[in-house]
Nanobody
């Protein structure tokens, strides 16, 4: 089992930045790929970014490319999402997820999820 806890959400003005953290406990997190997803009110949960187990491979959803960066520190069992140049469309609950093998953009391929952290961007 892997337990995931997100932090770092909050209220930010348009154009601002936030950094989300996802702290993992349980099994050796360094062998798990990580992902970030988000869900806005009335919408389905959507992919944001993913990272391989060693951080050597990352990819983002098109809408956040050039603005969001996913990274990880396996010595701290933590995955991060740096969010810059934020806009109101980024408002959502952000979820961290983990899966045993390669990274993926499909939420159904992830085995473990955090409880989510609210991010609100004001205009």
């Amino acid at each position: 089992q892997v337990q995931l806890v997100e932090s770092g959400g909050g209220l930010v003005q348009a154009g601002g930045s936030l950094r989300l953290s996802c702290a993992a406990s349980g099994r050796t997190f360094s062998s798990y790929a990580g992902g970030w997803f988000r869900q806005a009110p009335g919408k389905e949960r959507e992919f944001v970014a993913a990272i391989s187990w060693n951080g050597g491979s990352t990819y983002n959803e098109d809408s956040v490319k050039g603005r969001f960066t996913i990274s990880r520190d396996n010595s701290k069992n933590t995955v991060y999402l740096q969010m810059n140049s934020m806009n109101p469309e980024d408002t959502a609950v952000y979820y961290c997820a983990a899966r045993r093998y390669g990274s993926s953009r499909y939420r159904y391929e992830y085995d473990y999820w955090g409880q989510g952290t609210q991010v609100t961007v004001s205009s």
